[in-house]
């Protein structure tokens, strides 16, 4: 059959100048209604727009007339799908019009049918030859139309500019346009800034015995990636085995501790001590353990310089879990029940009593206040250790699931006075992890019940940084851990973790650089209103109290957080 003429591909249909179809181009669009628009990134070349009505070129093909040696455009876009659907092109130099494989046919408009495998030919070309197209861009994927912008190429028409109308919106003076029915003015169009870039200072932490970091490597490489600067106080990562040139290679700037407390945000291990409470200020956020029930000093500094606080230990999921502590209480849990097992040794002042016993003897038993991630991780070890565990807590589901996971091998207890009362003075090692999330720790073992234990046994209070649970016990440091009273020695360091300060960095840091990632991209309330988590981490601000339990603690009144930080409070 010969191919079909340009009469009787289009008949009864006469070409005017300015509506006379573009040689070198296939005729797409959706049905018998195609169109095309011009490519802002290829000058000269017309691409399918979906709303016709728009464009001046609308070329309506009758039925009955495609050509019988390829495929019409509209199965090829049935072919390939609406969006994913590569244009095609047929470029005609001289008389003579270029297929895809290199050859040529003269005078001939022709597409390609990827089911075919082939060229199709649509008929001659109306009007005679015209100038070459780029051959490059012979197939090149379908972009996004600018209107308004004229095209360059000879032979393709200029399109008017859209016209804009008047916004209508009250108060807005600008203009507006309409786009796919949205209402948009010339406010609300304004470019958008760029994400604030916040200067992240991690000075090197003070506290006798502290050699954690607040941050590795790893981490700084995370928040320059998102546009933030880091400054790390020079020798802040030796305790932890992390030297200067790891964090300059992530991408930090290692300085002076004045230079990394005037940053935007001050990320910490610890609460600040005596020598720091200098470098608050009103203008600084805060990021660190606080624990202000147990050193109301610190509270009250951070609350006469303004500085917006937020507490690890206090951010709380719905759940009820504390993603920031839990970290820390495993490691000081895990690190309990060897830290009992050496001041046991008779050397270290202890009865002499092995954890594990021996064939035929019994093992030493352990009591452990408190079932949450502290208590649980310390009798689990101890377990593991072959020592005998007894497991106590007001909270009998936890019971029940630690029961369930450690099949009766850690006995579990409900706990009241009576049974404390018993289990205390028969303990060769007492662990106290009570904790009250920003709070202070209840008193659980009174002077009474030590006194009624034997002679060189143990008790280490994981709870001495808030406070303890013990009632003998006080805060001790890494350099000098024990002290004894009435026979039994009392082990109550507050930074229990940093005494393994690489394996605790790394385990805090990938707790906290979800959350510091948050504040320093968004801002103190901007984080709050995205994660309700942080709502509870925060603080103080403005010189007001904002946590709820850490107000009770101090004896004052609790202000919303997110009224303080300039945010709508919640209803």
Sequence with gaps: MPRP?????????????????????????????PSWHRDRRAPG?????GCGRRYPLHHRKPRGSRPREGRGTHDLQQWAGRRRLVASRAFVSGDRCSRPDGSHHPGRLVHLDPRRGGVSFLGPLPGGPRRPLPRELLVRQRRAHRPGRRTTHPDLPQHRPRLRR??????????????????????????????????????????????????TPDGVRELTAHGQHVVVERGAGDGSAIPDADFVAAGASVS???????????VKVKEPQEAELRHLRVDQVLFTYLHVAAY????????????????????????????????????????????????????????GVLLGGAPGVRPARIVVLGAGNVGWNAAWIAQGMEAEVWLLDKDLDRLRFVDQIHKGRILTLASNRGTVERAVAEA????????????????????????????????????????????????TTHAHPVFQAF??????????????????????????????????????????EADPALRSGVTTVGGKVTNPAVAQALGMAAADPVACLGGNPAE
């Design 296 to 351: 109301p000093h610190v509270g009250r500094a951070l609350m006469a310089a303004g500085t917006t606080a937020l507490a690890y230990e206090t951010v709380q999921a719905a759940s009820g879990a504390l993603p920031l502590l839990a970290p820390m209480s495993e490691v000081a849990g895990r690190l309990a029940a060897q830290i009992g097992a050496h001041y046991l040794e008779r050397p270290s002042g202890g009865r």
């Design 166 to 215: 008047r916004c209508r919106r009250p108060g807005c003076p600008g203009r507006s346009r309409r786009h796919r029915g949205v209402h948009r003015c010339e406010a609300a169009r304004a470019p958008s800034p760029g994400p604030h870039v916040v200067i992240v200072g991690i000075p090197a932490e003070t506290k006798p015995g502290e050699n954690r970091v607040a941050i």
């Design 428 to 475: 060769d090692l007492v662990i106290g992890a009570v904790l009250v999330p920003g709070g202070r720790s209840p008193v659980v073992v009174t002077e009474e019940m030590v006194r009624t234990m034997r002679p060189g046994s143990v008790i280490v209070d994981l709870a001495v940084d808030q406070g303890g649970c013990i009632e003998t016990t006080r805060e």
């Design 5 to 33: 003429s340009s009469a009787s591909a289009w008949p009864g249909r006469r070409w005017p100048e300015r509506r006379r179809p573009i040689p070198g181009l296939v005729r797409r669009g959706r049905g018998s209604a």
């Design 487 to 528: 026979g039994v020695t009392h082990y109550a360091v507050g930074n229990v973790p940093a005494a393994v300060p690489h394996t605790s960095t790394y385990a805090l840091t990938n707790a906290t650089l979800p959350y510091v990632l948050e504040v320093a991209q968004q801002g103190p309330l901007g984080a709050v």
């Design 45 to 49: 070349v017309l691409r399918r727009q």
């Design 256 to 266: 002076s501790a004045e230079e990394t407390w005037g940053a935007d945000l001050v």
